[in-house]
Each structure stands twice: as structure tokens, then as C-alpha cells.
């Protein structure tokens, strides 16, 4: 098995985050006992989301602990041997125009409770109105930040002096598709930007490649998602770029009729 | 973790062990050194104060009762507890109809907000680090890991295809990882 491959699927992060069926869960458990590599990296993650974990940590009320182990005793799980007997006082006798004057106190008290608790209903209603059209402008917020930090970066990285923008267009089979290459001949670094990429089969992932004096070179695996530049090989000198489907973890050289996107320096 | 075990008086197994073998002083460690991070997440889940201390107490009832079932060749113990504590948050949200999405918003960490008495000493370090992780990749593991989102439910909230979700969850803690690497926090 090509572990590199089965590591990149990003089964193994669903598993930690506890997204897996049943039967990806044997699957992932089989796995980890079988490759040390898989093992390594599924501890990797799982530390990582732990620590993420700390940033939110909030200290409880100091009494909290002393309710759970109440809450222990009181259900007997603290102490099993323990027999907890409830003493029963025994009723008096009392005056029955004592009972009906509480009786009536009791009817007055409940009627304005009622009354009260309706008040309280309906400002608890509005309260939830109006956190739902908060809840709203900040999801619009959160979608429109998201969008600018695209930009900033993309802007960054065109600014940068020697930087180069080839654009990938789709080939005869694909016409549609569409991706940008940023490159820096002096730092020789390359970004990708895609723009469309058709959804990925199963099992395949998209490869870039720089054309090197006639021969393709690989350039690194393509994160379709990825919304952002994403970094890929450098190179100090190309004449084209271009886009290609291979099997997962990609391949050593390009399957040419299977590509998707070209472009020309 | 070291900002967490690092203090502790006994080592995570150690502590498991005592915890199951019924003795008190370790399950009063084990609430000492996880219940801020577990009355963290809860908190995010839940939207008031008194319903996440409850939930915390009956976390910490369920991880008493059912410490025996606590296998440590399936994770941390930590992880074994947050399953719990997020899930008894998610139930008594769906009980109150009031899962709290509003905090999205408060789960990004950006600069210099929210430095208060509030915030744990703990979890300092790796706030700094976060401040350096996108939003895009915050709210990922947010509604996958911290709120206990399905992918399905996250992809709707986050109004971006299935496959997406699952590759950028990917990259996010891939991100985090290098982050954390960088800055040696959290191991």
C-alpha cells in the first residue's frame, strides 16, 4: 500500500476529528497498527487539535468540583458500600386556617409568577430574533474577510518585483478550466492560484509540471480546494506550465491526455 | 502538551490507572488539569454560563462512571473526554434548541482581544500562535473538531461543497501543525 497516497486522502484527520463510519474506523485502526508511519502521523494530528483545543480553555467556577463529587455521593458511585438512609421527619399536626391562608398566599404567588414568566417569554423571543440576525451580519462578515485576505495575498505576491502571471487555459477537452501561475524568476518561487478545476475522481489528484527545456518536470500536487496561492516547486527557468489528472500521490511523469490546463511563458 | 502534563504530579497513564482504580486524589488531578480546556470548548457550544457548568459536572459524572471503558491504544485521554464533553453540549443543545452559532465569530483569535481575567494562563502560547492561522482554516476546525459538526452540517454553515470541506480540513491542520512546529508550542 502507498502510504504517502493513503495519508494524503485526509482520512486520517476525519478520524481524529471523530467523522469516521464505523467501517473507516476499522479500516483507519487496521492501518495504524500495520504502518508505524500512519501511526506517527495520526499522533501528530491528534496533538495538534488538542493544542488548538487549549487556546479556548476557560478556568470553571472553583465550587464546580465539589458539585461533581456531590453529585458522585448523592448517586452513590463514590462510595458503592455506602447505604444512604433519608430521615423522614414526622408531619405535624397543624391548624386547618393555617393551611387555607397558605393555600391562598401559594394561588397569589403562582399567578404572578405566571404573569412574570409570560413577560419573560416574550423578551426571550426577541432576544433570540435578534441574535439570529446577528448571527447573520457576522456570518456576512466572516464570508467577506475570508475574500479579502484572497486578495490581499494574490496582491502581495503580483507586487513582489520579478514576478510573472501565466495564465493556464483550459485545453481542447477542457475548455472551461481555467488557473494562474505566479512566478518569481529572482526568488524562483512558483504559486498556483486555480480558478476552475473540474471536481476530482476518486482515487486521482491534479499534478503541475513545468516544461523544462522540452521536458516536463514535476512542480508539485494541486490542493483543488485550496482558495488561497498555494506554494509549489520552484524553478529557475521554464518555458510552459500545465495541469494534469494522475493517480493519488501523483505520478513521475505527466498522463498528457489528461490534461487539463496549459500555459506558455 | 507540556503547559498541561508538564505540572501534573503524575503522568498521563499513571493517572488513568489510579482514575480506574477508583482513587480520588487522581480523578481531582485529572479534573484540575482538563477541565479548563473541556469548560472551554463546552462554553463554545453552549450559550449560557450555568448550562455549560452543567454540563461540564456531568461530564465529569460520565468520565467517573465510564473511566473502565477508556482505552488508551484509541487515543489520549483528552480527546476520550472532549468526545464527551462535546457531546453532552451538543445533546443539550439540541434539547434547549439553542446550538449556539453566534460564537463563530468569537472563535477566530485575532490580536490583542480577549486577554482577560477569563482566559486561562494555559492557553496563552497557543492563542499566539493561532493569531497566525487564516480564518478560512480556523473556522474548519471549528465546526469539525471544537463544535462537533458533521461534514455535511459544516459544508451547509460554511456554504462550500462536501469534497471541500474534507481537503481543507486537511490543509488546516497540516497549517497548524507547521505553525506549532515553528513556534515549538504545544508538544
Known amino acids: 500500500m502507498d502510504v504517502k497516497a493513503y495519508i494524503s486522502t485526509g482520512i486520517l484527520e476525519t478520524y481524529v476529528m471523530g467523522h469516521c463510519s464505523p467501517d473507516q474506523i476499522r479500516e483507519v485502526e487496521e492501518f495504524i497498527s500495520l504502518h508505524p508511519e500512519i501511526k ?203 495541469i494534469t489528472l494522475e493517480p493519488l500521490g501523483g505520478s513521475s511523469s505527466p498522463t498528457l491526455e489528461k490534461m487539463y490546463v496549459i500555459g506558455n511563458i | 502538551m507540556n503547559h498541561i502534563r508538564g505540572k501534573a504530579k503524575y503522568s498521563e497513564s499513571e493517572l488513568v490507572n489510579l482514575v480506574q482504580s477508583g482513587n480520588r486524589d487522581a480523578f481531582n488531578a485529572l479534573y484540575d488539569n482538563y477541565s479548563p480546556a473541556l469548560f472551554g470548548i463546552i462554553s463554545r457550544i453552549v450559550s449560557s454560563e450555568d448550562t455549560a457548568q452543567d454540563v461540564l459536572q456531568d461530564t465529569f459524572v460520565k468520565i467517573w462512571k465510564n473511566i473502565e471503558r477508556y482505552d488508551n491504544s484509541k487515543g489520549t485521554i483528552f480527546t476520550w473526554m472532549l468526545n464527551i464533553a462535546r457531546n453532552g453540549a451538543i445533546d443539550s443543545t439540541r434539547s434547549k434548541h439553542e446550538r449556539n452559532k453566534i460564537r463563530d465569530t468569537d472563535l477566530i483569535v485575532s490580536i490583542p482581544e480577549e486577554q482577560g481575567s477569563e482566559m486561562n494562563v494555559d492557553s496563552m502560547g497557543i492563542r499566539e500562535v493561532l493569531v497566525t492561522l487564516k480564518p478560512e482554516y480556523q473556522l474548519i476546525i471549528n465546526y469539525l473538531y471544537i463544535k462537533g459538526y458533521t461534514q455535511e452540517e459544516a459544508a451547509g454553515e460554511l456554504n462550500i461543497p462536501l469534497g471541500t470541506v474534507k481537503t481543507r480540513a486537511r490543509t488546516a491542520i497540516l497549517r497548524l501543525r507547521e505553525l506549532l512546529k515553528e513556534k515549538q508550542v504545544g508538544r
Open chain 1, 40 to 242: 506517527d502521523e495520526v499522533a501528530s494530528i491528534r496533538l495538534a487539535l488538542e493544542s488548538y483545543a487549549m487556546a479556548f480553555s476557560k478556568t470553571p467556577p472553583a465550587d464546580l468540583k465539589d458539585k461533581i463529587w456531590s453529585a458522585l455521593d448523592g448517586e452513590g458511585l463514590a462510595h458503592p458500600s455506602k447505604v444512604i438512609s433519608i430521615n423522614r421527619p414526622q408531619a405535624k399536626q397543624s391548624n386547618n386556617w393555617l393551611v387555607a391562608a397558605s393555600l391562598v398566599l401559594f394561588a397569589i404567588a403562582a399567578s404572578m409568577n405566571f404573569f412574570l414568566y409570560s413577560k419573560w417569554k416574550s423578551a426571550e423571543r426577541k432576544i433570540a430574533e435578534i441574535e439570529i440576525e446577528k448571527e447573520y451580519f457576522a456570518s456576512q462578515l466572516e464570508v467577506q474577510n475570508t475574500s479579502l485576505a484572497v486578495i490581499q495575498e494574490e496582491l502581495a505576491v503580483m507586487q513582489l518585483p520579478g514576478t510573472k502571471m501565466i495564465v493556464m487555459k483550459g485545453t481542447e477537452s477542457h475548455p472551461g478550466a481555467l488557473a494562474t501561475i505566479f512566478w518569481n524568476t529572482e526568488s524562483k518561487d512558483v504559486f498556483l492560484k486555480v480558478k476552475n478545476l473540474p471536481e476530482i475522481p476518486q482515487g486521482k489528484q491534479y499534478q503541475l509540471w513545468a516544461i523544462v527545456d522540452g521536458a516536463p518536470v514535476n512542480a508539485g500536487l494541486v490542493a483543488i480546494e485550496e482558495q488561497l496561492l498555494q506554494k509549489m516547486e520552484q524553478f529557475s527557468s521554464a518555458q510552459a506550465f500545465a
